[in-house]
């Protein structure tokens, strides 16, 4: 069975390379050479075609150092957790599998997916933003090997490690980012796995809610976390499943709709999850404003 493999990524490889990567001769002044790259390239709200060419020019002579390092679980938290979950189900990668890299906002955790995405010897295309349509495309960074699937790194708008105002609307698009990879782009016969490794740690609730409501409307689902471990230790980290609630998503989705009219729901499943209640009134919460964008982005949503 062939999967879809979504992965919020962090910036362990970032720090990984600059300790050093078996097999991986790339130096810590190459990783800030990149760092500087990033830091005046990779701006908000810059398409990639701004930026595709010092990519190829400043990133993209070290990346056949970068894909020359020997131990994947070494090299970042989601190599890693791809690499275990693969001596789990005794294969792995599939040419048809489809990858796709949630990145945060900012300059650094851009490179470092890049980089993640770089290092797993396939195209890789990136988008400023989770797309709505099934057969959208990203900007091709880099061409990969003819009958493999591409690693797509999904920009998530707003998803900024120093702000919580705007983390909402950060999950929102998060939303949109796992609908377009776990629904419109996975086909029937494909399994969704879902590494919860990287990436900044107050989305993993979220991330977890969405994987059940995702489950709901096409499973199988599977979600997995990473033991950390002690870098330096030989004990390799491994996965860890994380088991998924069944839910009933158009009953959720009712309570959902008359909450956010700020009636409070007879039936109290989602009050204090999806809702409070303040003044006598619903109003929704951060999770309850994630279902709301399940709803908008399949269509049947206010």
């Given at each position: 069975?062939?999967?879809v493999?979504?992965?919020?990524?962090?910036?362990?490889?970032?720090r990984?390379?600059?300790a050093?990567?078996?097999?991986?001769r790339m130096t810590?002044?190459?990783?800030?050479?990149?760092?500087?790259w990033?830091?005046?390239?990779?701006i908000?709200?810059?398409?990639?075609?701004q930026?595709r060419?010092?990519f190829a020019?400043?990133?993209g002579?070290?990346?056949?150092?970068?894909?020359?390092a020997?131990?994947?679980?070494?090299?970042?938290?989601?190599?890693?957790?791809?690499?275990?979950y693969?001596t789990?189900?005794?294969?792995?990668?599939?040419?048809?599998?489809?990858v796709?890299?949630?990145?945060?906002?900012?300059?650094?955790?851009?490179?470092?997916?890049?980089l993640?995405?770089?290092?797993l010897?396939?195209?890789?295309?990136?988008?400023?933003a989770p797309?709505?349509?099934?057969?959208?495309?990203?900007?091709?960074?880099?061409?990969?090997?003819?009958?493999?699937?591409p690693v797509?790194?999904?920009?998530?708008?707003?998803?900024?490690?120093?702000?919580?105002t705007?983390?909402?609307?950060a999950?929102?698009?998060?939303?949109?980012?796992?609908?377009?990879?776990g629904?419109?782009?996975?086909?029937?016969e494909?399994r969704?796995?879902?590494?919860?490794?990287g990436?900044?740690?107050?989305?993993?609730?979220?991330?977890?809610?969405?994987?059940?409501?995702?489950?709901a409307?096409q499973?199988?689902?599977?979600?997995?976390?990473?033991?950390?471990?002690?870098p330096?230790?030989?004990?390799?980290?491994?996965?860890?499943?994380?088991?998924l609630?069944?839910?009933?998503?158009?009953?959720?989705?009712a309570l959902?709709?008359?909450?956010?009219?700020?009636?409070?729901?007879n039936?109290?499943?989602?009050?204090?999850?999806?809702?409070?209640?303040?003044?006598?009134?619903?109003?929704l919460t951060g999770v309850?404003h994630?279902?709301?964008?399940?709803?908008?982005?399949?269509?049947?949503g206010?």
């Amino acid at each position: 069975m062939t999967s879809v493999h979504v992965l919020p990524c962090g910036t362990s490889i970032l720090r990984n390379l600059r300790a050093g990567v078996p097999g991986c001769r790339m130096t810590p002044v190459q990783v800030d050479e990149m760092q500087r790259w990033a830091s005046d390239e990779l701006i908000r709200d810059q398409p990639a075609s701004q930026w595709r060419q010092t990519f190829a020019r400043d990133v993209g002579p070290h990346l056949r150092l970068l894909q020359a390092a020997q131990d994947p679980v070494r090299l970042s938290a989601e190599t890693a957790s791809l690499t275990r979950y693969a001596t789990r189900v005794g294969d792995g990668l599939q040419p048809q599998d489809l990858v796709v890299l949630l990145a945060s906002d900012t300059a650094e955790g851009m490179l470092a997916a890049l980089l993640v995405a770089a290092s797993l010897n396939r195209g890789v295309e990136e988008h400023p933003a989770p797309a709505r349509d099934a057969a959208a495309h990203g900007e091709l960074l880099t061409a990969g090997q003819p009958g493999r699937a591409p690693v797509h790194v999904v920009r998530i708008p707003k998803l900024l490690p120093d702000s919580t105002t705007n983390f909402t609307a950060a999950m929102t698009d998060l939303a949109g980012a796992m609908l377009w990879a776990g629904r419109r782009r996975r086909r029937p016969e494909q399994r969704l796995v879902v590494h919860l490794s990287g990436g900044y740690k107050a989305t993993l609730p979220y991330l977890l809610v969405m994987c059940e409501y995702l489950k709901a409307l096409q499973p199988p689902v599977e979600a997995f976390c990473l033991h950390e471990g002690d870098p330096g230790s030989p004990v390799l980290p491994d996965l860890v499943e994380i088991f998924l609630r069944s839910v009933d998503l158009d009953a959720d989705l009712a309570l959902l709709n008359e909450a956010a009219q700020g009636n409070i729901p007879n039936d109290p499943r989602l009050g204090g999850f999806a809702y409070r209640e303040v003044r006598g009134r619903a109003v929704l919460t951060g999770v309850g404003h994630v279902l709301t964008a399940f709803q908008v982005f399949l269509g049947n949503g206010p």
